[in-house]
Nanobody, 123 residues
Framework: QVQLVESGGGLVQAGGSLRISCATS????????MAWFRQAPGKEHEFVSR?????????VYADSVRGRFTISRDNTKNTVFLQMNSLKPEDTATYYC???????????????WGQGTQVTVSS
């Protein structure tokens, strides 16, 4: 059974930093890509970043977070991280990790999702 569990969300002031994690278990074939999405109230899921489990890191970022966020992986712990620096109030959202077979920015292309972790950035 595939499980993704996010942790590390919280409240932070603008300009601050936060690191969120996604621990995975039960990964199977076809789940080579891990992605972070976020969803603000009343909005659609927004792609944030993605990374592959194998080979070179090949991280991909949304324009809105490039240069501020860094995605990384720990294959020994089956965990993916999102380091978020220089946070802005518009980064406030529920952050979800998801896994799928190939790189995509579309939520529909990811088969398994975590329950989400709330990140709130105060101004």
């Amino acid at each position: 059974q595939v499980q993704l569990v996010e942790s590390g969300g919280g409240l932070v002031q603008a300009g601050g930093s936060l690191r969120i994690s996604c621990a995975t278990s039960g990964r199977t074939f076809g789940m080579d890509v891990m992605a972070w999405f976020r969803q603000a109230p009343g909005k659609e899921h927004e792609f944030v970043s993605r990374i592959t489990w194998s080979g070179p890191t090949r991280a991909v970022y949304a324009d809105s977070v490039r240069g501020r966020f860094t995605i990384s992986r720990d294959n020994t712990k089956n965990t993916v991280f999102l380091q978020m620096n220089s946070l802005k109030p518009e980064d406030t959202a529920t952050y979800y990790c998801a896994t799928g077979a190939y790189g995509s920015r579309r939520p529909a292309d990811y088969n398994y999702w975590g329950q989400g972790t709330q990140v709130t950035v105060s101004s």
